[in-house]
């Protein structure tokens, strides 16, 4: 018997141009179940481990792969239109991708939201950010060659290496050689809600969890104290405020 029934090489330019995007979405989907498997099985830091494996072999397979289809050159590993790109367009880039993860975020937060209510959306939103500040953290280390306990100026170092740090403008404020306080000065979320005339955004249960996983990611020795977050009052000049301390005698 034959089989007539259409498959993905029958169809349009169109039509396979949106299934590329989609096993584009499939791979970063099937990735993070993963790490969500493997953390639940083993914990976090086996699973922040076989990240780091996995990632290194992975994205190297994936760039020549798709270097020999695309016929695009690679500079150790990277695409050569990234590395010779001037300054001005891969600063754009880099703030375009981060507000493209900030939206992300704030999709997906909605699509909860509007489904099962704002309490489910933060519980949600609350545990999300207890997984990624932890990734993000670890990310960050690895980037900028951290050692294991960098202290606080290597927090404050990769504080300005966060997604936040390209979209937000941020500030730190020197308190002695065991604490510093963080100011979060213009965030975009709340800005945007300051526009419409809206209340401000109450992400205090959130940023607790993302900034005290995110200084113990870095240094277990860092604690953090939250000075101010909506629905705190705050004054003009920040929306949030962190004090980050660290006990050298740990």
């Not at 089989?3 to 590329?20: A, H, M, P, Y």
């Amino acid at each position: 018997m034959v089989n007539n029934e259409k498959n993905v090489f029958d169809l349009g330019q169109k039509d396979k141009s949106r299934f590329i995007v989609d096993m584009f979405n499939r791979i970063i989907v099937h990735y993070a179940l993963w790490f969500t498997e493997v953390k639940h099985q083993m914990g976090m830091e086996k699973a922040l481990q076989a990240l780091e494996t996995a990632t290194g072999k992975s994205l190297s397979i994936q760039m020549k792969r798709l270097s020999q289809v695309l016929d695009f050159e690679l500079k150790d590993g990277l695409p050569a239109s990234f590395v010779d790109m001037d300054e001005e367009t891969q600063s754009a880039l880099m703030g375009a991708v981060a507000k493209n993860w900030l939206v992300n975020d704030g999709v997906w937060f909605q699509a909860v939201e509007f489904d099962r209510g704002m309490i489910d959306a933060k519980r949600c939103n609350d545990s999300c950010w207890a997984q990624f500040s932890p990734y993000e953290a670890r990310a960050i280390k690895n980037f900028l060659n951290l050692s294991e306990t960098p202290g606080l100026e290597g927090l404050k170092q990769a504080l300005n290496f966060r997604m936040y740090a390209m979209i937000n403008q941020q500030s730190v404020i020197d308190e002695g050689p065991d604490s510093f306080v963080f100011q979060m000065n213009d965030c975009r979320v709340q800005s945007a809600r300051k526009r419409k005339n809206l209340m401000d955004y109450p992400c205090k249960s959130g940023g607790v969890v993302e900034y005290t996983y995110f200084a113990r990611a870095i240094d277990s020795r860092i604690t953090t104290e939250c000075i101010g977050c909506p629905p705190d009052e705050h004054p003009e000049e920040w929306y949030c405020a962190w004090r980050f301390s660290i006990d050298r005698k740990l």
